[in-house]
């Protein structure tokens, strides 16, 4: 009797028993999961710091603001002498503006003179500070003060003055460093800082040119010996040093400087080509980077086509609550109760 071949069908290559899960594959057309994690009450930013700048226009208040600032004795109860910093070209002098409602010397406002010692001439003024710290008192004492010393006091800088290097700020609250990650521009220098194994200050740019700093508010207070008893906090700093200077004028229309900002979720999940061709691992090892190094350095360490790739996934997972064309909506308000434009009163 002729023997009967059974043939069983094989199994593909990799293939169990179990019920197999497909790969949920990159479907932009589904709907996304809920969010997870926490999201802030508000987001409105505030003018952390301004520098202004000028060059003194006749020669009559030349010979005023010398006689006033330098040939004359200062009242130490309008203006203490500062440090300044060394500008090619004239002699430089500076002062902090006696700001009776803070009661913290290093918030007063600071002045600096340019003058010819010669001549007996002022040729520039800078002032830097804080409109957030000063407030609508503070700004009416920086008006007395520079009155007393520079023909119409804060409206001379108004009308002649640009600004120079403006500080724009937003605290997040709710939100710790934790929460989030930083998608930065191509090609952006970083830094961090970290306190016992926990980032808490993040660097994008340098010093000189455009920079961001991002930290947790509370760990710097406390680290400064200040305490802290809020929720945590998220502060975003950009600081622009703007190559064409602006009147104050036309401060209201600054340009976003979040809009190049993505802010992306703390932990996306692995790239579907990763789990395709069963390289899972090499997303495993890629997030152990960013909680050693940060997203950016991390980034940067990748092969050009695998760095476009994970910048690509990863820019699909912004949070929600981090809309820049929305924040950037309440800043004409903003500058228009700060006091600083011409036709405010003061």
């Given at each position: 009797?002729?023997?009967?071949?059974?043939?069983?069908?094989?199994?593909?290559?990799?293939?169990?028993?179990?019920?197999?899960?497909?790969?949920?594959?990159?479907?932009?057309?589904?709907?996304?999961?809920?969010?997870?994690?926490?999201?802030?009450?508000?987001?409105?930013?505030?003018?952390?710091?301004?520098?202004?700048?000028?060059?003194?226009?006749?020669?009559?208040?030349?010979?005023?603001?010398?006689?006033?600032?330098?040939?004359?004795?200062?009242?130490?109860?309008?203006?203490?002498?500062?440090?300044?910093?060394?500008?090619?070209?004239?002699?430089?002098?500076?002062?902090?503006?006696?700001?009776?409602?803070?009661?913290?010397?290093?918030?007063?406002?600071?002045?600096?003179?340019?003058?010819?010692?010669?001549?007996?001439?002022?040729?520039?003024?800078?002032?830097?500070?804080?409109?957030?710290?000063?407030?609508?008192?503070?700004?009416?004492?920086?008006?007395?003060?520079?009155?007393?010393?520079?023909?119409?006091?804060?409206?001379?800088?108004?009308?002649?003055?640009?600004?120079?290097?403006?500080?724009?700020?937003?605290?997040?609250?709710?939100?710790?460093?934790?929460?989030?990650?930083?998608?930065?521009?191509?090609?952006?220098?970083?830094?961090?800082?970290?306190?016992?194994?926990?980032?808490?200050?993040?660097?994008?740019?340098?010093?000189?040119?455009?920079?961001?700093?991002?930290?947790?508010?509370?760990?710097?207070?406390?680290?400064?010996?200040?305490?802290?008893?809020?929720?945590?906090?998220?502060?975003?700093?950009?600081?622009?040093?703007?190559?064409?200077?602006?009147?104050?004028?036309?401060?209201?229309?600054?340009?976003?400087?979040?809009?190049?900002?993505?802010?992306?979720?703390?932990?996306?999940?692995?790239?579907?080509?990763?789990?395709?061709?069963?390289?899972?691992?090499?997303?495993?090892?890629?997030?152990?980077?960013?909680?050693?190094?940060?997203?950016?350095?991390?980034?940067?360490?990748?092969p050009t086509k695998k760095r476009a790739a994970y910048r690509k996934w990863?820019?699909?997972?912004?949070?929600?609550?981090?809309?820049?064309?929305?924040?950037?909506?309440?800043?004409?308000?903003?500058?228009?109760?700060?006091?600083?434009?011409?036709?405010?009163?003061?």
């Amino acid at each position: 009797m002729a023997s009967m071949v059974i043939k069983i069908p094989r199994k593909p290559s990799g293939s169990s028993n179990k019920s197999q899960t497909p790969v949920q594959m990159d479907d932009q057309s589904a709907p996304k999961p809920p969010e997870q994690g926490p999201i802030p009450t508000s987001l409105i930013p505030f003018i952390d710091k301004i520098s202004v700048v000028l060059t003194v226009s006749t020669e009559q208040d030349a010979v005023d603001i010398y006689g006033s600032l330098i040939a004359s004795p200062l009242d130490p109860q309008v203006l203490k002498p500062a440090p300044s910093s060394s500008v090619a070209g004239y002699k430089q002098k500076a002062w902090r503006l006696v700001i009776p409602n803070l009661p913290s010397h290093r918030k007063w406002p600071h002045l600096q003179l340019g003058y010819d010692p010669a001549s007996k001439l002022a040729q520039t003024l800078r002032i830097e500070f804080s409109p957030v710290d000063l407030g609508p008192q503070g700004m009416k004492s920086l008006h007395v003060n520079l009155i007393s010393h520079i023909p119409d006091g804060w409206a001379y800088f108004q009308e002649q003055g640009r600004i120079t290097m403006i500080e724009v700020t937003l605290d997040i609250e709710g939100i710790g460093m934790e929460d989030f990650h930083i998608l930065p521009a191509q090609a952006t220098a970083s830094a961090t800082y970290k306190r016992n194994g926990k980032l808490e200050t993040l660097y994008l740019g340098k010093s000189k040119s455009n920079q961001t700093k991002i930290y947790d508010r509370g760990q710097k207070r406390i680290s400064k010996g200040q305490g802290w008893s809020g929720p945590p906090t998220t502060r975003i700093e950009r600081r622009l040093k703007l190559a064409k200077p602006i009147q104050l004028a036309a401060l209201a229309g600054l340009p976003n400087p979040f809009a190049d900002l993505k802010i992306i979720t703390s932990a996306p999940g692995c790239p579907p080509e990763e789990e395709i061709s069963n390289k899972a691992y090499l997303w495993s090892l890629f997030r152990d980077s960013v909680r050693v190094r940060n997203l950016n350095a991390s980034l940067a360490l990748l092969p050009t086509k695998k760095r476009a790739a994970y910048r690509k996934w990863l820019a699909k997972h912004s949070t929600s609550w981090w809309q820049p064309v929305d924040i950037w909506t309440h800043w004409p308000n903003v500058v228009a109760k700060s006091a600083l434009l011409p036709n405010e009163p003061i």
